[in-house]
């Protein structure tokens, strides 16, 4: 029987000890050359697997290929200098990482991901997904000493993003997500422009586009941040009726846990809604019957054919265990909310 709901993950799982450092954001690999490259893809498989098995429908390669979800796509292109390290404070000074910079035109020659896609497109018959990092939080990411300001590398970003995800889209992906954290720390600018920036990066695709818009990884330094933000998150508020007038197709948003008011989900009408049931802290994980109870809720404000059922954010620096954990719950209550409604 076809399933109701179309369960994901918003994307990054934890990478096991014998690929990289563990429970880190910028992780140390654990080889290099063909041996790493092996190790990639047996954990990339074990996660693909691992997805399947606990009954999700939209399945991605965890970002098993990548160090880190900005700097995995930066890697190869050229006009980035990674020597020239530059301590910048990110997501409006909520944290101080040194990061590398740019300082010459930006150029990408091939693809970056496509060897992983097809990876992924060979492992799973399942519908798949592959996740980019939005133009404006790489242009967060990363120091500029050439372009005129952020934006106007933002949009240089995009249209390399662009060509990047059409490949991805015909190696068979069917769905690209562009994380964009960065639109909750600059709730103007993500308006202004970063927006802008996000239709260059998804022109003329051809298969389904997403927006992943969260409030961070669950690190301390965002858990302290969360605490600044009162009764009610409401970043969302401003952003959705700009997203809902876009051409992106869903919407991924932190929901678990979280103090978003549900309602905002009514600001995007015309959006599949990616919603966040399993929150991406290591110390808590849901029961089904709590990931069914946030289902029920997401219920309330948009209809059963637009809700996806999600993890709140990446779950790259929590634990493989935990994660396994979350991922079976968001499975398990997933079904429990298929058999209440059905
Ligand atoms: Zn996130």
């Given at each position: 029987m076809a399933k109701i709901f179309k369960a994901t993950t918003a994307g990054s799982l934890p990478k096991p000890n014998w690929l990289a450092e563990t429970e880190k954001l910028w992780p140390a690999w654990k080889d290099s050359g063909e041996t790493l490259t092996e190790k990639k893809k047996k954990s990339a498989a074990m996660w693909i697997d691992v997805q399947e098995q606990s009954g999700l429908e939209i399945i991605s390669e965890g970002e098993q290929f990548r160090i880190h979800f900005v700097h995995g796509f930066l890697e190869t292109i050229e006009g980035i200098n990674w020597d020239k390290k530059t301590q910048m404070g990110i997501r409006n000074d909520r944290y101080v990482v040194e990061v590398p910079t740019v300082t010459e035109p930006?150029?990408?020659?091939?693809?970056?991901?496509?060897?992983?896609?097809?990876?992924?497109?060979?492992?799973?018959?399942?519908?798949?997904?592959f996740t980019?990092?939005?133009?404006?939080?790489?242009?967060?990411?990363?120091?500029?000493?050439f372009y005129a300001?952020?934006?106007?590398?933002?949009?240089?970003?995009?249209?390399?993003?662009?060509?990047?995800?059409k490949t991805l889209c015909d190696a068979g992906i069917?769905?690209?997500?562009?994380?964009?954290?960065?639109?909750?720390?600059?709730?103007?600018?993500?308006?202004?422009?970063?927006?802008?920036?996000?239709?260059?990066?998804?022109?003329?695709?051809?298969?389904?586009?997403?927006?992943?818009?969260?409030?961070?990884?669950?690190?301390?330094?965002n858990l302290n941040w969360k605490k600044t933000l009162g009764d009610q998150w409401r970043q969302y508020e401003n952003l959705f009726p700009a997203?809902?007038?876009?051409?992106?197709?869903?919407?991924?948003?932190?929901?678990?846990?979280?103090?978003?008011?549900?309602?905002?989900?009514r600001l995007l009408p015309d959006k599949e809604i990616m919603v966040g049931v399993v929150s991406v802290v290591g110390d808590h994980i849901e029961t089904s019957e709590e990931v069914e109870k946030n289902i029920m809720?997401?219920?309330?404000?948009?209809?059963?054919?637009r809700l996806i059922p999600s993890t709140n954010c990446g779950m790259a620096p929590i634990s493989v265990d935990v994660a396994k954990q979350k991922l079976?719950?968001?499975?398990?209550?997933?079904?429990?909310?298929?058999?209440?409604i059905s």
């Open positions: 930006l150029i990408k020659s091939g693809s970056i991901h496509v060897e992983e896609a097809k990876f992924l497109r060979s492992k799973s018959k399942k519908l798949t997904k980019l990092p939005g133009p404006m939080t790489i242009s967060d990411t990363i120091a500029n000493e300001d952020k934006k106007t590398m933002a949009m240089e970003f995009a249209k390399l993003l662009n060509d990047e995800a069917d769905v690209i997500q562009f994380d964009e954290p960065a639109f909750n720390s600059f709730l103007e600018e993500s308006i202004e422009w970063g927006m802008d920036a996000l239709e260059v990066a998804i022109k003329g695709l051809d298969c389904k586009t997403a927006i992943h818009i969260c409030y961070g990884y669950g690190i301390e330094e997203i809902n007038q876009s051409n992106i197709n869903q919407v991924s948003l932190e929901f678990a846990g979280s103090r978003v008011p549900p309602q905002l989900m809720a997401a219920l309330a404000h948009v209809e059963v054919e079976k719950a968001l499975g398990e209550g997933t079904e429990r909310a298929e058999k209440r």
